[in-house]
């Protein structure tokens, strides 16, 4: 739905119980500097700077609800231990104008198990490409424990000063998996029908919400399609976007796609740096990288807005306030996307390469990102993720 008047991206916004300042969110990307799973200086100062170049609001990622539910070991995990260091990033961000959000989930199948020294869950049996370990098949038991870690990771987000968290339902992670139907071959209660395979999603922005109540917002970065034949798409998404706002327990959607299991690049777009992440990797990986890496590290054209046109069908159909995701580096962009009635931007490798575009912009409109687009920061996902042009 289309909103009578079109708000100034730079005007501030209301986000459930919360004002921004104005509505450019710094989306989720792992930081890669939090090693032993704590906060560190350099995921402090990283937010710090997003903060001080402009965003209303800035995401951390990721932090996992569970020990096991990490893309690797050196994660941030939602326990005591990482309280002091997480009240200690939301103050810096607070000092700087911003708002912080929490992204939190469970990695399920993209989980690496190598890493993490713990079995893989996902909905059904198979294999992990990237680990080459197996994906185990989530008991009931595993599924009711994960939801009730999101509610405790909710819990602990409120304690370390958050002001919001954003449940990940998106890129074949835990939830997004069981809502594939090419993920999930289950043939229980959680499989098979779409009722069944949102059971998990629902759960997981229900338990959180119960969590918190009305103390922060509670956002959800949700796959509208997961990129890949056979999965999750637009005719099931919208629906599941629809069963989200009639339970109540989201204030915003930011609307993603692709599979990082399966198709990482299909959010992205751009370049495909298959030799940068070779580069990163030991033998005998690196050569199989190199030697087949083209077949998943797929390359897609860039344009701006590129989600647009997936995102309008839920606009279409949704009073829920919406984020639109995805070729945001210019501010016509935002103005277009607020034309269009979505009351939120978020941004990521444009904020990489100029951490303060954001203020850039609202001083000069006309100002272009110095973002090509490359993706060469993918990669430097392991050793701290940056723009390497910069």
Not at 69 to 85: I, N, S
Not at 280 to 286: A, E, G, K, L, S
Request: proline fraction near 5%; glycine fraction near 8%.
């Amino acid at each position: 739905m289309t909103t009578s008047t079109t708000p100034d991206v730079f005007e501030s916004a209301r986000l459930g119980p919360l004002t921004l300042r104005n509505r450019i969110i710094k989306a989720a990307t792992f930081e890669g500097v939090t090693k032993g799973a704590l906060v560190t200086d350099d995921l402090v100062e990283f937010h710090r700077r997003h903060a001080a170049g402009g965003v209303g609001m800035t995401t951390v990622a990721y932090c996992a609800v569970a020990p096991e539910g990490r893309t690797e070991r050196d994660q941030v995990w939602m326990r005591p231990e990482a309280l002091p260091g997480l009240r200690r990033l939301t103050d810096a961000v607070h000092a700087e104008g911003a708002a912080v959000s929490a992204q939190i989930g469970h990695a399920g199948p993209v989980a690496n198990s190598v890493s993490n020294r713990l079995p893989t869950l996902g909905p059904s049996a198979s294999f992990n490409p990237q680990s080459m370990r197996p994906i185990h098949k989530a008991t009931r038991a595993d599924i009711e424990r994960i939801t009730r870690a999101h509610g405790r990771a909710a819990e602990l987000a409120v304690e370390a000063g958050f002001d919001a968290v954003e449940v990940h339902l998106g890129h074949n992670y835990f939830a997004s998996s069981f809502l594939s139907p090419k993920v999930n071959r289950r043939k229980d209660e959680y499989g098979g029908s779409l009722a069944n395979r949102a059971k998990v999603a629902l759960g997981a922005v229900r338990a959180v919400r119960e969590a918190v109540g009305d103390r922060i917002a509670v956002l959800a970065k949700f796959n509208m399609d997961d990129g890949v034949p056979g999965g999750f798409w637009l005719d099931e998404s919208v629906q599941v976007a629809r069963w989200l706002e009639s339970e109540g327990n989201v204030d915003a959607l930011e609307l993603t796609a692709g599979s990082s299991l399966l198709n990482p690049m299909y959010l992205f777009r751009g370049d495909a740096p298959v030799k940068e992440f070779a580069a990163t990797m030991p033998q005998p990986q690196r050569l199989g990288v190199q030697l087949v890496g083209g077949q998943f590290i797929r390359a897609y054209p860039y344009r701006e807005a590129y989600l647009l046109e997936s995102a309008r069908q839920f606009r279409a159909v949704l009073n829920l306030p919406l984020v639109l995701l995805g070729g945001i580096s210019e501010r016509a962009t935002m103005d277009r996307a607020m034309a269009e009635g979505f009351e939120f931007v978020a941004m990521a490798r444009a904020l990489l390469r100029e951490p303060d575009f954001v203020e850039r912009i609202r001083r000069e409109p006309g100002t272009r990102s110095l973002c090509i687009h490359c993706n060469k920061c993918m990669p430097t996902i392991f050793s701290g993720t940056r723009c390497v042009l910069s």
